[in-house]
């Protein structure tokens, strides 16, 4: 927990370590979440032979939007 913003994990009463750390876990959860999302929002960018050009253009739309989206923070 120490690494994840919790620097005096050390010192906190074990009911507040089990807490803490419910909380770690669903943020780390959500973060492979987005990356999941992401990759496969990329992969669905990449000419193929069986997804059609416009869903192909679609999808890369879609990933620079929400790519943009994520770096202004909204």
Known sequence: MVDHGHPDALSYPIWKVFEEASFVVKRINAHMAMQTSLLQ????TIP??????SARKTAAREL???LK????GE
Do not use: P, R, W, Y
């Open 69 to 72: 989206g994520m770096i202004d």
């Open 48 to 53: 193929n032979m069986s997804v059609k050009d």
């Open 64 to 66: 620079s939007k929400h």
């Open 41 to 44: 929002m990329a992969l669905s």
